[in-house]
């Protein structure tokens, strides 16, 4: 697409945006408006010179803000903004949002929205919560079938400032462990796949998440610590366009017990339903252990800070390392990424003695570290 035709294609979705009152009462279709007005005459060539003339009378019709986004099938300022990104990614690179939001530190949620929550940050037996993205009913669907595990839900129809809640929601309350996306997405936001982008591959230097497709997705009201953190706690699990009240809440019970997949369309293998004609090898108990040259490790669960400091020694039985961390998945995968094991075995046994310590911190057991 040219120049002259994205700037067609801008003025030909403001427009009919700006008829609708809908959109004259919509935060999304004022920022956009106001981001327009906010483009320099440096950055300007004649038709964007234009575009922004006629920005301040679509402005002029703009009516009090109700709400944030609506989550409309056709959302014609997130449109509006990609052919910005796409074709003048100058002008959207490092803008910061105007939004930002209210921490209330003593009490949780921390954030205030359309949140239906039912546990505190020290019951464990909820460790589940789900975002129905734009799926505004589908919330309280969910609250009136309430599982016991299920700690909170709500929707997240933007790809910036929606996130930024749910993480800050998530990180203040560490018995969270899985986060499931439910839910028709917000067309042109995206927020669903924003946040699979964002677990996997976290932000840029300029808090813009690495491979998310919304129309602007930086996050300005949280640190990186925030993010470190939400990647590290949780499991996000897709089960994005899904609308099916009892699939959801099934698949609330399956992630609680830790038997789910975070990607959609697995099907469990259960007792007859193996094809291969391959012979069965029987396990042997009685395999010889092989030391792993690269040392051994010892486990410490510390149940008032819900953490595990795990310690790596040589066999000279000199320390190596110290690590710290919440969860039995981010001190594995930094343990195997550092190369603090070099046997198979070694890490399976890590794996298993991690998240049994993780599991007696959950349910208040006493741990104790196999063949230490």
């Known amino acids: 697409m040219s120049n002259d035709e994205s700037i067609k294609k801008i ?14 009462k919509c935060g999304c279709m004022k920022e956009t ?22 920005s301040k009378s679509w402005l002029n019709k703009m009516k009090e803000i109700k709400y944030a986004c609506l989550g409309c099938e056709h959302c014609y300022p997130a449109v509006v903004m990609n052919v910005l990104n796409e074709t003048f990614p100058e002008l959207t690179e490092n803008k910061d949002l105007s939004c930002s939001f209210e921490v ?3 009490e949780w949620p921390v954030i205030t929205a359309d949140y239906s929550s039912f546990c505190d940050g020290t019951d464990t037996s909820c460790p589940v919560a789900v975002t ?3 799926s505004v ?29 749910v993480i800050k929601n998530i990180v203040s309350n560490p018995t969270i462990k899985t986060l499931i996306l439910a839910g028709k997405e917000a067309k042109g936001h995206l927020t669903g796949n924003t946040i699979l982008s964002l677990w996997k591959n976290g932000v840029d ?15 300005r009201n949280i640190t990186k610590k925030d993010i470190d953190l939400f990647r590290s706690q949780i499991e996000v699990v897709d089960m994005i366009g899904c609308e099916n009240v009892n699939e959801i809440l099934e698949k609330i019970k399956e992630v609680s ?20 004609d391959e012979p069965i090898t029987n396990a042997n108990e009685n395999s010889p252990v092989k030391m792993d040259k690269a040392g051994y490790f010892v486990l410490y669960p510390q149940n008032k800070k819900r953490t595990i400091i795990v310690e790596h020694y040589s066999y000279d039985n000199k320390l190596q390392h110290t690590i710290e961390g919440d969860n039995a998945k981010s001190l594995y995968m930094q343990i195997v990424d550092n190369k603090w094991v070099s046997l198979l075995s070694h890490a399976a046994y890590l794996g298993k003695e991690l998240e049994k310590a993780e599991l007696s911190i959950k349910y208040a057991f006493k741990y104790e570290q196999d063949r230490a």
């Open 11 to 24: 003025e030909s979705e403001l427009h009919e945006g700006i008829s609708l009152p809908k959109c004259q």
């Open 33 to 54: 408006l106001e981001f327009i007005e906010t483009i320099s005459s440096g950055d300007q060539t004649k038709e964007l010179s234009l575009l922004k003339e006629k």
């Open 104 to 106: 209330r530190e003593e």
């Open 132 to 134: 129905t993205l734009a």
């Open 137 to 165: 009913e589908l919330v309280e669907e969910l609250a009136k079938n309430r599982p016991r595990e299920l700690c909170i839900v709500g929707k997240t129809e933007t790809e910036n400032i929606g996130i930024d809640k």
């Open 205 to 219: 230097e300029n808090m813009k998440i690495v491979g998310a497709k919304g129309k602007k997705p930086v996050l």
């Open 257 to 276: 017990n830790g038997s789910a997949s975070s990607k959609c369309g697995c099907h469990d293998v259960n007792e007859g339903n193996r094809k291969s």
